[in-house]
């Protein structure tokens, strides 16, 4: 993918300006924080489950583009999913990430943060969100941090 680049960066400009599922529920299934103290990245993200399938995903935080539009990618991805189905995907994007394997072809949009790796520094901002996914899904009350 030779245009991975260039869709990366309109991809993180887009959701890191224009965010989306940015904002609060009411009374969620199931809530965590994180923060990424290396950037200075903080979210919280709100789950709403039933029978073991996500309805609402949807966060609230600030930080770098990054952070923000790995949450806003996520989030777009989560509903309508089961709760192992969404770990399965925190797997794909994990090993995307840390270990340079992208499976393209079921990650679909979120492929696109793949170009992180090429600024390792960043590589937090993009897991942030997901380990704060994983974190509402174990129901840990504990801010996660990166660090
Ligand atoms: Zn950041």
Redesign the pocket.
Known sequence: MADLRELYQSVIIDHGKNPRNFHKLGHPSCCAEGY?PL?G?QLKLYLNLENDVVLDACFEGN??A??QASASLMTEQLKGKTVTEVKELFAKVHLMLTENVTDTESLGKIAVLSGVREFPA?VK?ATLAWHTLIAALNQQHEPVSTE
């Open positions: 990424n950037c990245d930080g770098c990054i952070s960043r901002c």
